[in-house]
């Protein structure tokens, strides 16, 4: 039971956000005791909180477990921490509030789905950074797919009916896709990390510098994707749609890699 409260705590302070940011944006003609800026800032005490739970679920007696539920935790937790840290350079709350009332329900599932056995090779420090910077590479990208699709849903809702208060609320588009290159060039960077990094663990475990099958193909394939999305992007000038089906495409096949994977 000592276990779960800290969870519960955390997941109460992100729902209290969640709920007074989207009090705020809804009512903006009556005043509440937090301004959208101080909520902002407050965000960081369930993210600190978080942080904590995460690193204690994952590295636990000098091991390192993941399972499912650590990596819907460590997802949830970088999309808090990129959202926030943007939100200091622009107002965010319409995706904040999102963002923070999603992480109430997600950060729990390390609770309801604990890792089962630590991760093998683990004690090996050029492993544990592969695998580390693969986990940060495929969040960038998840969180980038679902941005991506937050944008074609406010491109159609801009033609259509009167838009919610949370949406109203957001940036403009040309803002949001900017942010969007953002991640993907950072989620790109990781990625070239992780496919280089783990051609070093390959050689370094089985003495073979690289085995071609489905799982490295599939990389490479998101690789090349993303590569010619973000070429696309400063040679053209690439955006809207366009932008939106290669985003989407590179996270097909990074799918197509988790998949693999699992097999």
């Not at 590569?227 to 053209?236: E, M």
Request: proline letters at 5%.
């Amino acid at each position: 039971m000592a276990g779960i409260l800290p969870y519960l705590l955390c997941s109460a302070l992100y729902a209290s956000v969640a709920g007074l940011l989207a009090r705020t944006m809804s009512h903006p003609e009556h005043h509440t005791a937090l301004s959208p800026r101080a909520l902002h800032l407050a965000i960081a005490l369930p993210f600190v909180l978080h942080t904590a739970l995460l690193y204690r679920s994952v590295f636990s007696g000098g091991q390192m477990f993941l399972g499912v539920g650590n990596v819907v935790s460590i997802v949830i937790w970088l999309t808090v921490l990129i959202y926030w840290s943007a939100g200091f350079i622009q107002r965010l709350e319409g995706v904040q509030v999102m963002i923070a009332g999603a992480a109430a329900v997600l950060l729990l599932t390390p609770l309801v789905l604990p890792p089962l056995a630590p991760v093998a090779h683990a004690d090996a420090p050029a492993f544990r950074a592969h695998l580390l910077i693969a986990l940060l590479a495929y969040s960038l990208f998840f969180i980038a797919f679902l941005q991506a699709v937050m944008m074609a849903v406010l491109e159609s809702r801009l033609h259509g009916a009167r838009l919610p208060p949370y949406l109203q609320s957001l940036p403009p588009l040309l803002t949001i896709e900017r942010l969007l290159f953002r991640i993907i060039t950072l989620g790109f960077v990781l990625l070239t990390l992780t496919l280089a990094s783990g051609m070093l663990f390959s050689e370094e475990l089985v003495g073979q510098p690289l085995r071609i099958n489905q799982k490295v193909a599939f990389g490479i394939l998101s690789w090349c994707i993303y590569a010619g999305l973000l070429a696309g992007r400063r040679i053209y000038g690439w955006r809207g749609r366009a932008a939106l089906r290669w985003t989407l495409a590179g996270f097909a096949a990074l799918v197509l890699v988790a998949a693999v994977t699992s097999l």
